[in-house]
């Protein structure tokens, strides 16, 4: 028996100032003020990037977003589908525990990056202005290891879990 809205995962989708894994021969930072006047109102979550693997979407109300100190938090409520349900006990046992994101830049404006070479070589981009945020992602190989994806875990829900449990013992005990 599944309560509505049980299954949810929460996080960060994208965190300011931590520097990205290798992306080809540069690595990307976000700066704290590029959300800054971003539209986030038809924002998706999915899965993989994937778009027939739809999660939630903030237009809908099945997905939360919250701009702090440490970037974008999210909080998805997740629907009963099979991939759905298979990410969610891929999330609860740490197999998938990070995010992504799927973001244009306005070119034309010279201020929305930077770009710096470091003495090895490599390039830092630093993002200073999204233009657009098309989607946040739940991914199994995040670009940023500082971006989290974890089940929601409450005292209700801890609760309900343990009535559930008490009432399925005392139903398998009464068929006896």
């Known amino acids: 028996m599944k309560v509505k809205g049980e299954n949810i995962i929460e996080g960060y989708a994208i965190t300011f100032g931590k520097q990205s894994k290798k992306l080809g021969n540069f690595y990307e930072v976000i700066d704290s003020h590029a959300l800054d006047d971003v539209d986030l109102s038809v924002v998706k979550c999915l899965a ?3 778009t027939s693997k739809v999660l939630g979407s903030v237009k809908n109300k099945t997905l939360e977003l919250f701009i702090d100190d440490v970037g974008l938090k999210f909080k998805v409520m997740l629907p009963d589908t099979t991939y759905a349900n298979d990410l969610y006990k891929l999330v609860e046992r740490g197999d998938i525990d990070g995010c992504s994101f799927g ?12 770009v710096s ?6 390039y830092v981009r630093k993002i200073h202005k999204i233009d657009t945020l098309k989607e946040i992602s739940i991914v199994s190989i995040p670009a ?18 343990f009535e559930l449990e008490k009432l399925s013992t005392q139903l398998e005990l009464l068929t006896l």
Do not use: C, P
């Not at 973001?103 to 930077?114: A, G, L, M, T, Y």
């Not at 070479?117 to 490599?122: A, F, I, M, P, Q």
């Open 48 to 50: 993989d990037h994937d």
């Open 103 to 114: 973001f244009n830049i306005n070119e034309k404006n010279r201020k929305s990056q930077s």
């Open 117 to 122: 070479r470091l003495s090895n070589g490599d």
């Open 144 to 161: 940023y290891d500082s971006t989290t994806a974890t089940i929601k875990r409450d005292f209700k829900q801890a609760v309900n879990q």
